[in-house]
């Protein structure tokens, strides 16, 4: 069970890295307005980086995405994050006490019973 959450926490390192790794090569990439790179310097980042950046980026953002899909579906299905001292009842997993149900009817039968004067039908 320990070894689990270890795992999971560093599953989510890993979605948070690759989020922030995702962020920056969508920016970096040459849009229609030039992205990032042209904000800093003009077409400069295309000649540092060589001709083919423009592809290169693109299939690192298609694996990206597909890393960041896949890491978001580990998590959603296995990651349950500790509890700390802020949560609540429900967090905790106690359950909330039973509601008062003495005298109460168990069903709806019951109760249209106890009006007639018992008899079941009518």
Not at 52 to 60: M, N, P, Q, S, Y
Not at 95 to 114: K, L, M, S
């Amino acid at each position: 069970m320990l070894a689990v959450g270890i795992i999971m926490n560093i599953v989510a390192v890993m979605f948070g890295l690759c989020c922030v790794v995702l962020i920056l090569v969508i920016l970096i990439q040459k849009g229609r307005g030039g992205g990032l790179s042209a904000a800093f310097g003009g077409g400069g980042g295309s000649s540092i980086l060589g001709s083919k950046t423009g592809d290169f980026l693109t299939w690192v953002t298609i694996i990206l995405v597909g890393l960041f899909l896949l890491l978001a579906v580990v998590m959603g299905k296995f990651y349950r994050p500790g509890v700390t001292d802020f949560g609540g009842g429900a967090a905790t997993g106690q359950n909330p006490p039973p509601a008062d149900t003495e005298g109460a009817p168990t069903t709806i039968g019951d109760a249209n019973a106890a009006e007639s004067g018992g008899a079941p039908g009518g």
